[in-house]
């Protein structure tokens, strides 16, 4: 397979490499790989020049051998089924990798949410909501922000669903405001749980965070909180930074803050004063202690990896490495933390969150984060142990256990009828 192959054959071989190293017949590889449900939905909506436009959205099931399907929800005009079956495939894995009583799922619409109006995308997301609705609820499947979806994209789904069953349900979705059942802590939370693992990783490789420096692509909430979170709480110094547009790189060390000022005053940090314009081809290949892919799939590939100058590879995005760039960054001894762990803390909050929403009874910020930390750096020390053990990669490690964990489920719940 190629460096070109779409996530979902990706997310595939990755499970039957696993599958046979796990000595599982194929019968069962294929039922870890195969989605259980694929929504494809077709709507209308009133744009605000009253015209009618027709969106597709999708919602996919993974798996809910061990729990409630969970995951996010993607606005992106370059959204397709294929991403979406991969990225609901992922969630399986990461809520298995940190212990979490879910499945997988993942949603996504196909549109540009930059061009449109708040009215057309509350309008957009109402009829995504009741769309789904036959097959999201709070014991069902639970979705969650992902990319360009935000709390309020959450409280119109939240508000959908509960106008159609009559009372409020807020344990319909995660990553709803405070004042909707959200939980304290949730916004940071994959920053926060990237944070710990590099915390965790960087104490394995015996680096010293008062001479170690992180570059962060995407300035989105994971890239801007993680940048924000690695200096703030570790200590690394930030010398670069890129969003969609580009890059800006500072070997005297950027101010995450004061860089998240100037987009929002600007609409991109590109331009920021001080700081060299770089692309974002050349970001990824700065040398660096911890590099943090935060943006899309597929951007350390075969192509570049030979080049990645971080001794830390730390996955904000869900599948920013290919299979190919895995095997080269292992030979090289970098140490990857992969996405189904590394950007796990996102759905741990989610969690914490549902559970509060289960039981109207709410939590410190402080109890969040120490919850936070116990389960992910539990999680860490689990599949860098089992990596040791068994002497493979990170990756590999998380998957051997992750599928491992799906695949005991289903054999105790055994196959029906
Ligand atoms: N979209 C996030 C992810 O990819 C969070 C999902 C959730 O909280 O359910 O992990």
């Not at 077709?42 to 099931?61: C, E, H, L, S, Y």
């Not at 940090?269 to 911890?290: F, K, Q, W």
């Not at 996102?346 to 984060?369: H, P």
Request: aromatic content about 8%; glycine content about 10%.
């Amino acid at each position: 397979m190629g460096d070109q192959a779409g996530p979902y054959q990706v997310a595939i071989s990755q499970v039957q490499r696993v599958g046979e190293l796990l000595g599982l017949d194929q019968g069962m590889i294929d039922l870890m790989t195969r989605p259980k449900r694929e929504f494809t939905v077709n709507f209308p909506v009133t744009m605000d020049d009253g015209t009618i436009k027709v969106f597709t959205g999708f919602r996919v099931q993974h798996n809910f051998a061990r729990g409630p399907c969970k995951g996010g929800v993607r606005y992106h005009p370059a959204v397709t089924l294929d991403e979406v079956r991969a990225l609901a495939m992922w969630m399986t894995w990461k809520c298995a990798t940190v212990g979490l009583p879910y499945g997988g799922s993942k949603g996504g619409v196909i549109c540009d949410p930059k061009k449109m109006s708040r009215g057309e995308l509350e309008r957009m997301t109402r009829r995504y909501a009741s769309e789904i609705m036959p097959i999201i609820g709070p014991h069902v499947d639970i979705p969650a922000p992902d990319m360009y979806t935000d709390s309020q994209v959450m409280a119109w789904i939240m508000d959908t669903y509960s106008m159609n069953v009559g009372y409020s349900v807020p344990g319909v979705v995660t990553g709803k405001p405070l004042s909707l059942g959200g939980s304290e802590g949730r916004e940071e939370a994959t920053s926060r749980g990237l944070t710990y693992c590099v915390r965790e990783a960087m104490a394995m490789a015996g680096l010293r965070s008062s001479e170690a420096t992180a570059v962060v692509q995407g300035f989105g909430n994971v890239g801007w909180n993680a940048a924000r979170l690695l200096r703030d709480e570790l200590g690394l110094k930030i010398v670069a930074l890129s969003d969609s547009s580009g890059g800006i790189y500072d070997p005297a060390g950027l101010d995450p803050v004061s860089v998240h000022e100037h987009k929002r005053l600007t609409g991109s940090v590109m331009g920021y004063p001080g700081a060299t314009s770089i692309t974002n081809d050349e970001l990824l290949e700065l040398d660096c202690t911890v590099l943090v892919p935060a943006a899309l799939e597929n951007v350390i590939t075969s192509a570049n990896a030979d080049r990645i100058g971080a001794r830390i590879v730390a996955e904000g995005a869900n599948g920013p490495t290919t299979p190919e760039a895995d095997q080269i960054l292992y030979e090289k001894g970098i140490l990857l933390i992969p996405d189904i762990l590394c950007n796990a803390g996102g759905v741990t909050v989610s969690y914490f969150e549902w559970v509060q929403d289960l039981q109207f009874l709410f939590w410190s910020n402080a109890e969040i984060k120490n919850r936070l930390n116990d389960i992910m750096t539990y999680a860490f020390a689990r599949v860098y142990a089992t990596a040791g053990a068994r002497e493979v990669d990170m990756r590999t490690a998380a998957y051997l256990l992750a599928v491992g964990e799906v695949v005991q489920a289903t054999k105790l719940r055994g196959i029906y009828p």
